[in-house]
Structure formats: C-alpha cells, structure tokens
C-alpha cells in the first residue's frame, strides 16, 4: 500500500480517535479531538474542513456548557474565517469571542481577540473601526504588562492616522510607542519604530528629527547584521537628504544601499533604489547619468512585474529625454508606456500618452499632432518599507513641479 504523507497520517489518526471517543460517548475528548482536527486540516491547507471540524467542536462544547472551549473555539472559527476570505464572518465570531472572554476573565484572551479584530478591520479598509478596536485592547494590555503587544498596537494606531492624514498626532503615538519599546529593551520593536517615525517626521517636514531617526535605525541595523534593513534606512536617509535640497549626500547614501543590495542579490530594491538615485544624480545636473540608472533599472522592473515602478521610471526618462531634446529616446518610452496602458484597457491613460506623444514629436522637430501640457507624472512604488513625501523643494528639470513629484517618486 501507498504511504499516505506524515501530515495526512495526523489527519487520519485524529478522524480515528474521533470515531473511538464518540462511539465511547466520551463527549469532552470527542470535542477537543475535533479542535485538534481543526488545526490539522488548517495546517495542510483545508480550510473548508478545519471550519467544519471547528463547527462540530462548538457544538458540543456548548451543549456541554464549557466556556473556555467555546470562547477559543469562537477564536479559531474566526481565524479560520479570515483566511477563507469571509471577513463578515470572522469579525462576527470574534466580537462573539472577544465578549465570552470578558465574561470568564480571560482579560489576554480578550485582547488577543481584539487586536485581530483591529486588524482585520484594517486589512478591508475600515480605518475608524481598527483605531477603536485597538483603543479598546489598549488598558486591557497595559494592564496585563504586555510590552509588545503595546508597542504592536501603538504602532498599528500611529500607521492607521498617519494613512487618514492625521500626522501629528500619529507622530506622538509613535513617539510613545519608542518609549515602550525601549522600556522593555525590544530592539527589534524599537528598530520598527524608529524606521516608521522617521517617515512620519519626513512627511511633515521636520527633515532633520527625520534624519536623527534615521541614524539611529541605521545604528541599530548594522548591529544587529540586518544588511536589507540596513539598505532600505539608507533610502530612506536618501530621500530625506533629497526633500532638504542636498542631492550630493543623497547620492552617497542611495550608492551604500546599492552595494547592499547587489551583495544580497535582491534585484527587484536595486530596480527601485536606482530610479530614485536618478532624481540625485537631475539634482547634480547630471541627466546622463540618470538616464543609466533608469535604464538599467527597466528590465528588472519589466521581469518582476512592477507596472507602476516601470511607468514611473518611463515618464521619468520621457521628462528627461524632452528637456536634453533626445527625441530618439523619448519615443520609445512613449511606444512602451501604450503598450502598457493598451494592456491594462485603461484608454483614458492611452489618449493621454498619444496627445503628449504628438506633443512631444511637435516641440522636437516632428511636426505632428498639436501642442498639451504634460500629464502628471505617475507615482512609483517607494523605497522597501517607505512611505510617501508631501512636501519637496522644485524640480531642477524645469517643469514647475515639486521635485520628486515631477519624477515619479512621490507614491
């Protein structure tokens, strides 16, 4: 006979003990059989089963009035929910859950419960409805002492306002975040922190608290030997010296991210930390160079599927290519930048492109089509683990645009 796999086997015995228990009338065991089965089948990735094992397991628990079995199973019904994509139902087990945990003073059951709730919310967008779930969480884990969990929610709290515009207030809650995380000596809770309160503090404007933020994740990185962390606090240090008018030394930072990320072969960040490398090297009034590192990086971006880094980086090379009057370079970004929007079906984009084309052939010597102002250009995918920039000096390559908006990098 064929060996059934190890995984399968464990599947097999549990259905087995579960056959043996009922006909025992051995309700209680049959019931934590059943939960066991739950995770089995979730662990191989029978999602649909684990619900029904679970489903049976409540059942019983509930006739047999067991509280604490009810409340977890409550839990790993919802969790299961979640994973099968129905989130209406896994948020209505774990508001169920959660409210039976505070019935039998399960106060780190409550909490548990209620932060994957929050984050659940989050994940589909309901921003107001997170925030409130992870204030509830809050007391319940302060006073159970639960340093990461605090420092989880904190930050999950900071990153939600931050998102919804409201930056002061998530810098402060950021800020209390850090002070937990180091009470509690967590490096790597602090490191996270430090990274994301860098960023808040770049978006407002406040450069240099930004950059002694930065500094101090860098610190901690190297440290610790996290050499893609590393890379990534680099960027993000790039771009701060970037918003603060000083392309040199963003120039010296993007090139010690590079050197990380070649060494550690990870193609797809040197792609994107070469495109922004590019804006340093239009600050230094260095267009060729700029145009090396966005042609390097278009393949990389092409390969890996990166539709919104490659249609940056070529409306970066097309605004480049019609300020130096390379006409030859240009008209193939445009033939690329069609092809893309005719793919996706998005016509509006399209028409856009082939006005600005015609623009383009026009004002170069190609006298065809009639004159438009240029689009926009559209946002790439920032650096691993960064956000957006709000508030940039005005581009060198003269169209009036802020500087990293005008390229491309503001997402």
């Known amino acids: 006979m064929e060996r059934i796999p190890m995984r399968d086997e464990s599947v ?38 684990s619900i029904g094992c679970f489903e049976q397991a409540l059942e019983i628990v509930r006739e047999l009035k067991e509280r604490n079995g009810e409340a977890a199973i409550l839990e790993s019904l919802a969790d299961a929910h979640g994973e099968a994509g129905d989130h209406a139902r896994a948020l209505s087990f774990f508001e169920e859950s959660s409210r039976l945990f505070r019935v039998i003073q399960d106060h780190e059951g409550a909490f548990r419960v209620l932060i994957k709730s929050a984050s659940l919310e989050a994940s589909v967008g309901n921003q107001a409805m997170a925030i409130s779930l992870f204030e509830k969480a809050l007391p319940l884990v302060r006073a159970a002492g639960h340093d990461a969990y605090e420092v989880f929610i904190l930050s999950n709290i900071a990153e939600l306002l931050r998102a919804a515009g409201d930056k002061a207030v998530a810098a402060s809650i950021s800020e209390e975040a850090l002070r937990v995380a180091r009470r509690a000596g967590d490096r790597m809770a602090e490191l996270s922190v430090l990274n994301n309160l860098g960023i808040i503090y770049r978006e407002v404007g406040d450069l240099p608290r930004a950059l002694s933020l930065f500094e101090q994740a860098l610190h901690l990185r190297r440290a610790l030997g996290d050499r893609a962390g590393e890379a990534s606090t680099l960027h993000s240090t790039a771009l701060a010296y970037l918003l603060m008018s000083e392309p040199a030394r963003a120039l010296a930072c993007f090139e010690q991210a590079l050197a990380l990320h070649r060494a550690l072969g990870n193609r797809a960040d040197e792609a994107i930390t070469l495109i922004d490398r590019s804006a340093a090297h239009l600050g230094l009034d260095n267009p060729a160079a700029a145009i090396a590192d966005l042609e390097q990086a278009l393949p990389t971006l092409r390969a890996a599927g990166n539709t919104p880094a490659e249609v940056g980086a070529l409306k970066m090379m097309v605004t480049i290519c019609v300020a130096s009057q390379d006409r030859n370079r240009a008209l193939p970004c445009f033939e690329r930048l069609l092809q893309i929007f005719r793919d996706a079906g998005d016509s509006t984009a399209e028409r856009a492109t082939l006005a600005e084309m015609a ?27 960064d956000t957006a920039v709000r508030s940039e000096p005005p581009c060198p390559c003269g169209s009036g645009a802020p500087f990293l908006r005008c390229h491309g990098l503001d997402a």
């Open 359 to 385: 623009n383009v052939q026009h004002t170069l010597g190609d006298r065809v089509g009639t004159t438009v102002s240029h689009e926009p250009t559209m946002p790439i995918r920032p650096s691993p683990g």
């Open 12 to 49: 097999t015995e549990l259905e087995q003990t579960r056959l043996t228990l009922r006909a025992a009338g051995d309700r209680l065991g049959e019931a934590v059989t059943l939960n066991k089965l739950g995770f089995a089948h979730k662990e191989i990735g029978n999602t649909r089963q």
